[in-house]
DNA sequence: TAAAAAATACATTTTATCAGGTATTGCTAC
DNA sequence: GTAGCAATACCTGATAAAATGTATTTTTTA
């Protein structure tokens, strides 16, 4: 038996590359490639699929949602996912969702062609990468970093435009009294000397915006 | 004549779609593929090459800087760059930096052919999306984002650390009134506020490390 | 090698931040 | 329905940063 199998990303180029991985498999067969998860939901409805590849950034649809939509009325498709970087939490979304495996892109032909044929066996798989990252941080990652509350991450937002906390204030219609303890307790939460390396910390860890 | 070219990526799949791509190009030869920036650094001190595909986002060395590294010792070689997104300053900072061109990975085989050969024959060249994002406000971006010195990017990263003036001063046995200066210098020279607006503009840009 | 840029240094005034403690009100989740 | 968190607000002293002006030496580079 050939698996039927379909690509989804938006580089053509990426798709280019997988598809030239996928051809040395014997019992893959790549019926369709799409650089959009809409033209992939309309293809699934009239045609049988066996396995899908999709990267999770995609335009319009995220690979998230994609995956959760097509396991909802296809429960049997084999679905992987993949990204340049990975997140531990995206990951973990796109598994809660229905997702069978997930890649990194800078994994080695070798660990594509391990995980694709051991989700058709019925695995759940991780390229290397992955599995290192889930593994570790659930006490570092999870606990230890507290996030902004919503009026928080306001004022940090106006302090990373350079306002000063009168200025702040003014824009928030608040007192200058209360923009102080605000940036005070954001300082404090995170161990920060003054609003220069929180605004270091914040942008390194994508915590504004 | 064979156009010698090397392609440079950390990702395995995109290098085969790249190479994939450019087999069907008659004066294009593949002579080799690195997934690092250092394995390039050391191939091209012993062989010629011509065109140079390389990803922005590499390990280790960034491709702004790798491109600048081979351009000052070999300025006739053709580089053009390559990411995912594009960030307007990163695609001016690639081209300053001697950066022949700059095509994003969503690009149509067609673009990237393109492309390609305009390059070889001298032109700048940028893919669709890129012409786009890179046109739109001329006059503010013409007079380009002037880059740190040596110093001030020391002063810079160690502001971003929360480090105050008289700890910068001891950390680079600098007088305290020499940092106070080129603290004042860099927030001039991007007319920035304070150092909070600083360090998150400088962040945005990829100026720190 | 001359001009430009970078790095160094000093002095002062005004303004803002940081750090300490305290307290009230409104949600909201258990 | 209450405990806990979030948001609001006040006070003050010590410290640091920002704004302004000037000037010498070293290093790059055109």
Same mark, same amino acid.
């Given at each position: 038996m050939r698996?039927?199998t379909?690509?989804?990303?938006?580089?053509?180029?990426v798709?280019s590359?997988?598809a030239?991985?996928?051809?040395?498999?014997?019992?893959i067969e790549?019926?369709?490639?799409?650089?959009?998860?809409?033209?992939l939901?309309d293809?699934?409805?009239?045609h049988k699929?066996?396995l899908i590849l999709?990267d999770i950034?995609?335009?319009?649809?995220?690979?998230?949602?994609?995956?959760?939509?097509?396991?909802q009325?296809?429960?049997k498709i084999v679905i992987?996912g993949?990204s340049s970087?990975s997140?531990r939490?995206l990951?973990?979304?796109?598994?809660q969702?229905?997702?069978?495996?997930?890649?990194?892109?800078?994994?080695?032909?070798?660990?594509?062609?391990?995980?694709?044929?051991k989700a058709i066996?019925?695995?759940?798989?991780?390229?290397e990468?992955?599995k290192?990252i889930i593994?570790?941080? %659930?006490?570092?990652?999870?606990e $230890?970093?507290?996030g +902004?509350?919503?009026?928080e991450?306001?004022?940090a937002?106006? #302090?990373?435009?350079?306002?000063s906390?009168q200025?702040i204030?003014?824009d928030?219609f608040?007192?200058? %009294?209360?923009?102080?303890?605000? $940036?005070?307790?954001? +300082?404090?939460k995170?161990?920060?000397k003054?609003?220069a390396? #929180?605004?270091?910390?914040?942008l390194?860890?994508?915590?504004?915006n």
């Open positions: 698996y039927k379909v690509i989804v990303d938006d580089h053509p180029i798709i590359g997988i030239g991985l996928l051809s040395e498999l014997e019992n790549i019926v369709e490639k799409f650089e959009s998860g809409i033209a939901l293809y699934i409805e009239d699929i066996d999709m950034f995609l335009p319009i649809i995220n690979g998230v949602d994609l995956c959760k939509t097509i396991k009325k296809h429960p992987i993949m970087q997140e939490s990951v973990m979304q796109f598994i969702n229905g997702g069978n495996g997930y890649i990194l892109k800078n994994a080695s032909f070798d660990e594509f062609k391990n995980c694709i044929y066996d019925g695995e759940i798989v991780f390229s990468e992955v290192t593994s570790q941080p %659930l006490s570092e990652d999870l $230890r970093i507290p +902004l509350s919503r009026r991450r306001d004022i937002l106006l #302090l990373s435009q350079g306002k906390t200025e204030a003014d928030l608040l007192s200058f %009294l209360t923009v102080q303890t605000h $940036r005070r307790n954001i +300082l404090q995170y161990k920060m003054n609003v390396e #929180l605004i270091a910390f914040l390194k860890n994508n915590m504004l």
